[in-house]
C-alpha cells in the first residue's frame, strides 16, 4: 500500500465565507456535513489551493478574499507528507492593484507553486465536472493536463510556455510584416513544447490503460483515446515529430494569419471517454452512468498516482455520494480508503457517510463556523 501524506491542521483567515476557521485533524478521512451554502465546498476549495493552479473553481484570486476583509485571504497547513512534516502557508498580497499569490514552505517564501508537488497530490472531483464528457473539449484538455501534473509537474510549465509563445506568434501573423526569423524563432519553441506536452498526455493514458486492464471496480471503465493533434504519434522519435509540427507551423502561416488564431497544436487536442463494458460513447451513456465513469476514471488517476509516488493523494469530492445508492456508496468508501490517502468528502446529510464508520472524522458545517 502506498504511504500516506494528510493534513493534521488546517487553518483559514478570511477565505470565502470563513473570517477564520480552523480544523485539528488525524490521518482519517474528513467529512463535512451540512445544508447547501454553508460553506463545504469553500473548505475543499482551500485544500485545492494546496496544489499549482488556481484551485478547483479556477477562481480569480483577488474573488476568494472574503467580502469585507481588508487585505487577502491566507490558508495555512500543517501535514505529513511526502517529504516528512511540513508546513505549508499560501494566500495574496495586495499592493494597490497589483495582487500576487504567496507561498511559503516551512516558513520560507517558495520560488513557485510548483514546489507544492514535491510534497502532496490534491485530486478532486466536484459537481460542476458532471458535464464533462458533454461539454467543451476545452474543459477535457484541461481535466487531462491536470492528471498529467499530478506525475509530471513540469507539465504545466510546458503548457504555460506553449500559450506564451503561441500568443505571440498570433500577433506577430496579425501585424502582417514580421521577421521571418523571428517567427521561425518562435515557432521553433511551439514545436519543441507542443511535442512534448501531446506526449506527456499520451504517456497518461496508456499508464491508466494498463491499469484498467488489470483492476476490477464496481464503477464502470473508461476507454481512452486523443485525437485533434498527433494522432499518429506513438512510437515515433520526438524529433521527427517536431520537425513534422514545425513544418505544418510554416506552411499555416497565411491561414493561420486570416483565421487570427493558430489552427494546429496541442491546444486543440481533445479527450475522447468511452463506456468500455458498453462499448458507447461517454457523451451517449445516461447521467448516472457518466457519473459513475468519471468516478471510476478519478480512482483509477488516484491510483496511479500513488503507484508512480509512492504516496496516496489527498482527495476532495465534493458531494460525491448524493447520487448513489447505499450500495455503490458502500463499494466507493471501500475504494477510497483502500487508496491509503486522506479524503475529505461534503455531503447534506450525514447518514449517507455512514458506512465510514470509525474511518472518518465529522465535522457540521452551519453558516461559516465548523463543529466536530
Given at each position: 500500500?502506498?504511504?500516506?501524506a ?8 478570511d ?18 456535513t451540512?445544508?447547501?451554502?454553508a ?8 485544500v485545492?489551493?494546496?496544489s ?37 502557508g ?11 499569490r ?7 517564501p517558495?520560488?513557485?507553486?510548483e514546489?507544492?508537488s ?10 460542476s ?8 473539449a ?14 509530471d509537474?513540469?507539465?504545466g ?19 502582417g ?14 514545436a ?14 496508456g499508464l ?17 483515446n ?17 520537425e513534422?509540427?514545425?513544418a ?24 475522447l471517454?468511452?463506456?468500455?463494458e ?12 457518466q ?17 508512480m ?6 482527495l ?34 450525514r447518514?449517507?457517510?455512514s ?10 458545517v ?6 466536530g
Amino acid at each position: 500500500m502506498a504511504q500516506k501524506a494528510f493534513l493534521s491542521r488546517l487553518k483559514l483567515t478570511d477565505f470565502r465565507n470563513y473570517a477564520e476557521a480552523g480544523l485539528s485533524l488525524d490521518s482519517r478521512h474528513v467529512v463535512l456535513t451540512g445544508d447547501n451554502g454553508a460553506g463545504k465546498t469553500n473548505l475543499l476549495e482551500a485544500v485545492s489551493f494546496l496544489s499549482p493552479g488556481r484551485g478547483l473553481r479556477r477562481a480569480v484570486l483577488p474573488d476568494v478574499t472574503r467580502v469585507g476583509a481588508s487585505g487577502g485571504f491566507s490558508i495555512f497547513v500543517d501535514m505529513e507528507g511526502m517529504e516528512g512534516e511540513v508546513s505549508l502557508g499560501t494566500g495574496i498580497d495586495t499592493l494597490g492593484e497589483t495582487v500576487s499569490r504567496k507561498l511559503r514552505i516551512n516558513g520560507t517564501p517558495a520560488r513557485s507553486t510548483e514546489e507544492l508537488s514535491e510534497h502532496l497530490n490534491v485530486i478532486w472531483l466536484t459537481p460542476s465536472m458532471d458535464g464533462l464528457f458533454t461539454g467543451a473539449a476545452s474543459e477535457r484538455r484541461r481535466f487531462l493536463d491536470r492528471l498529467v501534473l499530478s506525475i509530471d509537474p513540469a507539465h504545466g510549465r510546458r503548457a504555460s510556455d506553449f500559450e506564451r509563445a503561441m500568443r505571440s506568434r498570433n500577433r506577430l501573423l496579425s501585424e502582417g510584416r514580421y521577421d521571418p526569423a523571428w517567427v521561425s524563432a518562435v515557432e521553433a519553441q511551439m514545436a519543441g513544447l507542443g511535442v512534448a506536452m501531446a506526449a506527456a498526455r499520451l504517456e497518461m493514458l496508456g499508464l491508466l490503460r494498463r491499469l484498467a486492464a488489470v483492476e476490477e471496480t464496481p464503477f464502470p471503465s473508461p476507454a481512452l483515446n486523443l485525437e485533434g493533434f498527433l494522432d499518429d504519434a506513438a512510437d515515433q522519435p520526438a524529433a521527427e515529430l517536431e520537425e513534422r509540427y514545425l513544418a505544418a507551423l510554416q506552411e499555416g502561416r497565411h491561414r493561420d494569419a486570416a483565421a487570427g488564431r493558430t489552427l494546429e497544436g496541442p491546444h486543440r487536442s481533445d479527450l475522447l471517454v468511452r463506456h468500455r463494458e458498453k462499448d458507447m460513447d461517454a457523451g451517449r451513456c445516461s447521467t448516472g452512468e457518466q457519473k459513475a465513469l468519471l468516478i471510476g476514471l478519478i480512482l483509477a488517476h488516484a491510483r496511479l498516482t500513488a503507484n508512480m509516488t509512492g504516496f496516496a493523494p489527498v482527495l476532495l469530492l465534493d458531494e460525491i455520494a448524493a447520487h448513489l445508492d447505499e450500495g455503490r456508496r458502500a463499494a466507493l468508501f471501500d475504494l477510497v480508503d483502500g487508496l491509503g490517502g486522506q479524503a475529505f468528502m461534503t455531503g447534506t446529510d450525514r447518514a449517507m457517510f455512514s458506512a465510514l464508520a470509525e474511518r472518518a472524522q465529522f465535522f457540521s458545517v452551519e453558516g461559516g463556523s465548523i463543529r466536530g
